[in-house]
Antibody, heavy 117, light 112 residues
């Protein structure tokens, strides 16, 4: 059974940092590109960042570019999102996701990040 | 990055009636292997999205046959033949033909 389990969310002050992790199991993690997607309360999904299977290429939404860093450790089957200079508008549930063709589309349950003083 | 645009953003429908959602991409989604990796996802409140349709028109395991997908190139459609109460929520189209894989803004399906 495929599982993606996010952790590391919580309450952080504006300007602070947080590191999210996503532990993957049940599939060959090292062969799949991975994504972080977020959803603010009551809002729609928003793409945050993506990384290729080897980690050699990464992409970011303009809203987080320069503040967030995606990475992965294929030996640990784990995806990371290092978030810095956090703002109130970064408050959201953060999902780790495999969005791979043709139908390897898996989502974690999400971890809530709240940026507030 | 490929931009995915959905219409409408909100769709009030009557139970038992059909519904249709459109999705267009900023460039062709035909992959070099000849396939078109366009999927549709459904998200209920408080839950992560789940896969409904992949490769334009293939229903994922367990998805009712009232859901169907069609289209080609840059224009795609999801149809629900007869809307049921459990179909409410957000629908997203997703392209996995070109990295990074991107999705539309979402269409909110609600019951009139």
């Amino acid at each position: 059974e495929v599982q993606l389990v996010e952790s590391g969310g919580g309450l952080v002050q504006p300007g602070g940092s947080l590191r999210l992790s996503c532990a993957a199991s049940g599939f060959t993690f090292s062969t799949y590109a991975m994504h972080w997607v977020r959803q603010a309360p009551g809002e729609r999904l928003e793409y945050v960042s993506a990384i290729t299977s080897s980690g050699s290429s990464t992409c970011y939404a303009d809203s987080v570019k320069g503040r967030f860093t995606i990475s992965r450790d294929n030996s640990k089957n784990t995806l990371y999102l290092q978030m810095g200079s956090l703002r109130a508008e970064d408050t959201a549930v953060y999902y780790c996701a495999s969005l791979n063709r043709p139908f390897y589309i898996y989502w974690g349950q999400g971890t809530l990040v709240t940026v507030s003083s | 990055d490929i931009v995915m645009t959905q219409t409408p953003l909100s769709s009030p429908v009557t139970l038992g009636q059909p519904a249709s959602i459109s999705c267009s991409s900023s460039q062709s989604l035909v992959h070099s292997d000849g396939n078109t990796y366009l999927s549709w996802l459904h998200q209920r409140p408080g839950q992560p999205p789940r896969l409904l349709i992949y490769k334009i028109s293939s229903r994922f395991s367990g998805v009712p046959d009232r859901f169907s997908g069609s289209g080609a190139g840059t224009d795609f459609t999801l149809k629900i033949s007869r809307v049921e109460a459990e179909d409410v929520g957000l629908y997203y189209c997703l392209q996995a033909s070109q990295f990074p894989y991107t999705f539309g803004q979402g269409t909110k399906l609600e019951i009139k």
